[in-house]
């Protein structure tokens, strides 16, 4: 976003806490396990789950707490960072997206089935899914199957799927930013 431009909509989400508690149960089963192992005298057995849980599951525990996706609508677009975006283990095209108003041939607001959709199967860390064709979906709260938000589609044939606490007001702004360039 330019010092010039008008912001008209910003919000940041994390993971809720049932799927961050997922990584860091896990991380506090494999603790428990190494403590088991060492009271046994299974010292091989401590050493690969701590070398399991160094390596792989307090990394990915971290990744969970600290992920975020920022939406922001202001003059000069629609912009979706995921932070962090070095280890966010998603591809750099969804990671960092920038769209100019004038690429948004239609938006609005919508509700995402994963159990009955398969327009954003892909790869994906929970409700961050980046499938083939360019679509693209950017859901940090997800219910269990269920996700509200706003199905943007692009005149160079990309979809998005924006998860949002208030997706009226996200379309609302969206409408609006095109509404205003126009009459600029």
Same mark, same amino acid.
């Given at each position: ?13 994390r ?7 997922i990584?860091?149960l ?13 009271a ?6 401590a ?5 399991l ?5 307090? @990394?990915?525990?971290?990744?969970? $707490?600290?992920? %975020?996706?920022v939406?922001?609508?202001? /003059?000069? &677009?629609?912009?979706? =960072?995921?932070? @962090?975006?070095?280890?966010?283990l $998603?591809?750099r %095209?969804m990671?960092?997206?920038?769209? /100019?108003? &004038?690429?948004?041939? =239609?938006c ?6 994963? $159990?009955?959709? %398969? ?6 860390i929970? &409700?961050?899914?980046?499938a ?15 996700a ?7 005149t ?13 007001k ?15």
């Open positions: 976003m330019s010092a010039t431009s008008l912001r008209h909509f910003h919000e940041v989400q993971f809720p806490l049932w799927i961050t508690s990584p860091l896990t991380v506090a089963g494999l603790g428990a396990l190494i403590v088991a192992f060492v046994v005298g299974e010292f091989a057995g050493l690969f789950c701590g070398v849980l160094a390596a792989v599951f307090l @990394p990915l525990a971290v990744l969970h $707490l600290r992920m %975020r996706l939406t922001s609508v202001d /003059s000069t &677009g629609l912009h979706l =960072r995921i932070h @962090p975006a070095r280890f966010s $998603l591809p %095209r990671t960092y997206k920038d769209v /100019s108003l &004038g690429e948004i041939s =239609r609005e607001v919508s509700v995402y089935n994963s $159990l009955m959709s %398969r327009e954003f199967w892909g790869w994906h929970w &409700g961050l899914s980046a083939k064709g360019g679509r693209y979906l950017y859901v940090m709260r997800p219910g269990l199957v269920r509200q938000g706003v199905r943007v589609e692009l160079r044939g990309e979809t998005l799927f924006i998860g949002s606490a208030n997706p009226a996200l379309a609302a702004a969206i409408a609006r930013a095109i509404e205003k360039r126009g009459s600029a």
